[in-house]
């Protein structure tokens, strides 16, 4: 099993709203770095929900990949924010995962306090700059997230 951090604004699609749709397919990533994580992705890898942009940024819950390979429906919504015209449907260029919620944690993880415990080397999200909205999480700091939610 392999363990990932993925972002999402909760004014956007929150834990809440996952909780509350139970399954969703991760829908709209149009970085090419972020795609290729996904592409990694497996069944049962777990997912730490991320709350981005808001006062306190952090993880706030826990998902698990239940399905991989899916062509993101929105890049052949000519009515999404999402669309690619570039996209075919016989040869897609976005792929997406469905997850499932498991978790809503008690208390929000904050960036800071993921700051102050690791490096980027075990969590990307601590990287200055970084933006993705998918990226790996270490074994060693997944295990430490999950031993203090």
Not at 34 to 42: H, K, P
Not at 53 to 73: C, F, Q, S, Y
Not at 110 to 137: Q, Y
Request: proline share 3%; glycine share 6%.
């Amino acid at each position: 099993m392999n363990y990932w951090l993925m972002k999402s604004e909760p004014d956007v699609y929150s834990i809440a709203d996952l909780k509350g749709d139970k399954i969703s397919i991760w829908d709209g990533v149009r970085n090419y770095q972020a795609r290729n994580f996904m592409r990694q992705m497996g069944s049962g890898d777990l997912v730490f929900f991320y709350h981005s942009n808001t006062k306190i940024p952090g993880i706030v819950g826990l998902a698990r990949v239940i399905e991989t390979g899916i062509a993101d429906p929105t890049q052949f919504d000519v009515n999404s924010e999402y669309y690619d015209a570039k996209s075919q449907l016989d040869a897609p260029r976005w792929q997406t995962v469905r997850v499932e919620f498991v978790e809503e944690f008690a208390k929000l993880i904050s960036l800071d306090e993921l700051k102050a415990k690791f490096t980027a080397d075990e969590i990307l999200v601590v990287r200055k700059g970084n933006r993705l909205s998918v990226m790996p999480v270490s074994k060693s700091a997944a295990q430490k997230i999950l031993t203090v939610r």
